[in-house]
C-alpha cells in the first residue's frame, strides 16, 4: 500500500519599507525546516534598521519557532536593535505564545487597521 507524502511546511517572507522602518510580513508555517530561513531574514532585515514583525498570516508554530523568536530577542537586546511585532497575530500563533511564555516577553505593538488584512 504506498502512503502520500506530505508536502514539506512553507514559509513566506516579504519585506517592505514603509515610514522608516521594514515590515517583515511572515505566512505559512514555522517550524524546525523553516526556522532557519525565518531567522535568517529577521537578522538581516534587523541589521538594517527598525523592524516590525508581521506574524499576522503565518498560521503555525512549534517550538522551534518560539526558540527562533527567544534567541532573536537576546541578539536584539544584545545589538541594540529595534524590533517590534504586530501584536494581532494569527490565533495559533498567539495560543502557542502565550502557552509558552513567550508572549509576555515580546515587544507588542497594536497597529491601526488599515481595511485590508
Known amino acids: 500500500m504506498a502512503r502520500e507524502i506530505p508536502e514539506p511546511p512553507e514559509l513566506h517572507?516579504?519585506?517592505?519599507?514603509?515610514?522608516?522602518?521594514t515590515v517583515l510580513a511572515v505566512a505559512g508555517e514555522m517550524d524546525i525546516a523553516t526556522a532557519p530561513e525565518f531567522t535568517a531574514a529577521l537578522r538581516e532585515q534587523l541589521a538594517g534598521g527598525p523592524v516590525?514583525?508581521?506574524l499576522r498570516r503565518l498560521t503555525f508554530m512549534d517550538s522551534?519557532?518560539?526558540r527562533a523568536l527567544d534567541v532573536l530577542m537576546r541578539e536584539v537586546e544584545r545589538e541594540r536593535w529595534s524590533l517590534t511585532i504586530?501584536?494581532?497575530?494569527?490565533?495559533?500563533?498567539?495560543?502557542?505564545?502565550?502557552?509558552t511564555?513567550?508572549?509576555e516577553a515580546l515587544p507588542l505593538q497594536d497597529v491601526p487597521s488599515t481595511g485590508s488584512s
Open 13 to 21: 517572507l516579504t519585506a517592505l519599507g514603509a515610514d522608516g522602518h
Open 101 to 103: 511564555g513567550m508572549l
Open 52 to 54: 516590525l514583525l508581521d
Open 64 to 66: 522551534s519557532g518560539v
Open 86 to 99: 504586530r501584536s494581532d497575530m494569527h490565533r495559533n500563533v498567539r495560543q502557542v505564545l502565550a502557552l
